[in-house]
């Protein structure tokens, strides 16, 4: 197991994969991280949708204008839910489960990327929710938060540089 320390240096967003597919076990473990990610109250009301195939794929990377064209390359993307109307913290609860599955990527040797759909679309007026919904079959109760892109890395990021963390935005007891 990597320490977390270092997990959290090396995380990078990732926007180019290979083709090679993901193991069902690693899929398995980082929807596991997810499902096990901390909610308000408990709920656990979150739901994650995988996406393998390559048409979907596209239709999703399609879904807004700027910022998601890398998914059509993607072999593995997970869509993050939630129902606004049962739970009022569903979007730092998908958030949370979210970056969880990307920590959990990372410590399997995956590359990841956030993909932010909630409040983006199209210039047509199209809503990514939306789109996303009638690519998917999701009922009209649940939200879109993000699609994370997962799959074996296809390049190299350096870590984070500890020099350029920005302490000065730390405040202590005032601001």
């Known amino acids: 197991m990597t320490d977390f320390k270092d997990l959290v240096q090396m995380r990078r967003s990732h926007r180019k994969f290979t083709k090679e597919e993901i193991d069902a076990d690693a899929v398995k473990q980082i929807l596991r991280a997810g499902l096990m990610s901390p909610t308000s109250k408990s709920l656990r009301a979150w739901h994650f949708v995988l996406v393998e195939d390559a048409r ?12 998601s064209q ?6 593995l993307a997970i869509v993050v839910l939630g129902d606004p109307m049962q739970n009022d913290c569903w979007v730092e609860d998908g958030s949370i489960a979210a970056i969880s599955m990307q920590y959990q990527a990372e410590e399997l040797g995956l590359g990841s990327c956030w993909i932010q759909m909630r409040g983006r679309g199209l210039s047509d007026g199209t809503s990514a929710d939306t789109v996303i919904r009638g690519v998917l079959g ?5 939200s879109v938060l993000c699609i994370l892109a997962v799959g074996h890395k296809a390049d190299e990021r350096k870590p984070q540089n500890e020099d350029k963390l920005k302490w000065e935005n730390v405040h202590v007891d005032k601001f």
């Open 70 to 75: 890398f998914l059509k390359e993607a072999p």
């Open 138 to 142: 999701i009922p009209e109760n649940y």
């Open 56 to 67: 979907d794929m596209e239709k999703l990377a399609d879904a807004k204008d700027l910022g």
